[in-house]
């Protein structure tokens, strides 16, 4: 129903009545005055009963219709009364419903606004990580076993042109190297362990000393044939506490909470900022020693597998480690 339209036709009704009802109230009156005058000024007198006869036809008739005039506008105004009070609710109703659809979208905005704050809070604790690994890593330190393997070699080859008495002299020392220079040598420490120390028999106490047990060495052991787990050992023994604990401790942290947050491009961020032999390294470390136990969920993130196979201990190993 269009309330306006049916308010308007109301309203001119009510004026239409309203001036009947004047209309024939005074024409009820005239009758009353001219009786008045006649009787009063020109001395004209009517038998009661013409008198009575008189107003009573032409007064009380008009009047009538005058108070059914009346009468008529007190219906039509009730009408506009109720037509009045279902504008107002039908104000009240879009009030209530714009106000719904208000809270919706302040709903939808708070709960864009927590989204927002819960993945800044969520990026921003991913960078506090990276920074403390960063830090971590700037203190790593490795011994320098490439150039002292080769000093090493050139003293041994110059030891004739050298009196016995300078031997001491003239002998090599080992060095400390840092960052990704120590990455290098750890890389240098897994190839020359596996070939020089790593041993087919059990040490004694080994398990007791390390906490993990001894993988005796293969007799036709080469970084070719080698497997994942060979692969593991090997990294398990050249990476001391001394110089990686604190950095293997802080990386699957990152890691971690990383997948755990989907956070592929900050991992991205972490594989940008390593060195190359950092990230051969790491390399090995997350496929070859495998420390998460969902390795399916880690591997989907393609950590560190912009490593070229031709820097790897073996060509091999890339497919190996990432069982392609």
């Known amino acids: 129903m269009d309330l306006d339209k049916r308010k308007t036709e109301l309203n001119s009704q009510i004026r239409l009545f309203r001036r009947l009802g004047v209309f024939f109230g005074i024409l009820a009156i005239v009758p009353l005055v001219w009786a ?9 007198f009517f038998k009661e009963n013409e008198l009575g006869d008189f107003i009573g036809g032409t007064s009380g008739t008009f ?28 104000m009240n109703r879009q009030e209530l419903k714009d106000t719904r659809e208000e809270i919706k979208g302040q709903k939808e905005q708070l709960e864009l606004q927590n989204k927002f704050n819960s993945e ?17 890593r700037a203190q790593l330190t490795y011994l320098n ?84 787990e060979e692969i ?36 991205k961020v972490l594989d940008a900022l390593m060195g190359k032999y950092e990230r051969i390294y790491c390399f090995y470390w997350l496929y070859g020693f495998r420390p998460f136990e969902k390795m399916d969920e880690v591997q989907n993130f393609e950590l560190f597998q912009s490593v070229s196979p031709k820097h790897l201990l073996s060509m091999n190993h890339k497919n190996l480690l990432l069982g392609k």
Do not use: C
Not at 184 to 209: C, D, H, T, V
């Open 36 to 44: 008045v005058i006649q009787v009063f000024q020109a001395h004209s």
């Open 63 to 90: 009047a009538s219709f005058a108070g059914l005039a009346f009468v008529y506008i007190g219906f039509l105004g009730q009408q506009l009364q109720i037509l009045m009070q279902q504008e107002e609710l039908e």
């Open 120 to 136: 800044t809070q969520t990026k921003n604790t991913f960078f506090k990580l990276l920074d403390s690994l960063i830090l971590t």
């Open 145 to 228: 076993l490439i150039d002292y393997d080769r000093e090493l070699a050139r003293f041994k080859e110059d030891t004739k042109n050298f009196p016995s008495t300078e031997l001491s002299k003239h002998q090599p020392k080992t060095k400390i190297v840092k960052e990704d220079a120590a990455f290098e040598n750890i890389l240098y420490k897994m190839k020359e362990w596996s070939r020089s120390q790593w041993k087919s028999n059990i040490p004694a106490g080994f398990f007791e000393m390390n906490n993990y047990p001894y993988l005796p060495k293969r007799p036709d052991f080469t970084f070719e044939n080698t497997s994942i």
């Open 232 to 267: 593991s050992f090997i990294i398990r023994a050249v990476s001391d506490e001394k110089s990686l604990g604190a950095y293997l401790r802080i990386l699957p942290i990152i890691i971690h909470f990383s997948v755990k947050s989907n956070l592929s491009d900050e991992l």
